[in-house]
């Protein structure tokens, strides 16, 4: 198993960038895939962005594109989301997930898909 624990939310006007952090424990971080999820108040739980365990496929929502960056470094066991350019409808709860696989840029937009979930971290976009 491996847990996952997000950091790195909090309150930032519309415009000012955030960057989220997920740290792996309990298992090696090199062959999970890697997604960032997020639930605003009302909504279902979205797809924002996603990484192969290689590295070298991404995934990024369309509402994201441009603004945030995924990235992972498997020698620290933790993936990134960088966030600039927030807008207020940004504003969520940012889970991270992972799920084991054998290919190494496998990557996926779909919950289903992932095993292992993070408690969730705030994010706030005021206008």
């Known amino acids: 198993q491996v847990q996952l624990v997000e950091s790195g939310g909090g309150l930032v006007q519309a415009g000012g960038s955030l960057g989220l952090s997920c740290a792996a424990s309990g298992r090696t971080f090199r062959n999970y895939a890697v997604g960032w999820f997020r639930q605003a108040p009302g909504k279902e739980r979205a797809i924002v962005a996603a990484i192969s365990w290689g590295g070298a496929r991404t995934y990024y929502a369309d509402s994201v594109k441009g603004r945030f960056t995924i990235s992972r470094d498997n020698a620290k066991n933790t993936a990134y989301l960088q966030m600039n350019s927030l807008k207020p409808e940004d504003t969520a709860v940012y889970y991270c997930?992972?799920?084991?696989?054998?290919?190494?840029?496998?990557?996926?937009?779909?919950?289903?898909?992932?095993?292992?979930w993070g408690q969730g971290t705030q994010v706030t976009v005021s206008s």
């Open positions: 997930a992972a799920v084991e696989m054998a290919y190494s840029d496998y990557v996926s937009s779909q919950e289903y898909v992932y095993k292992y």
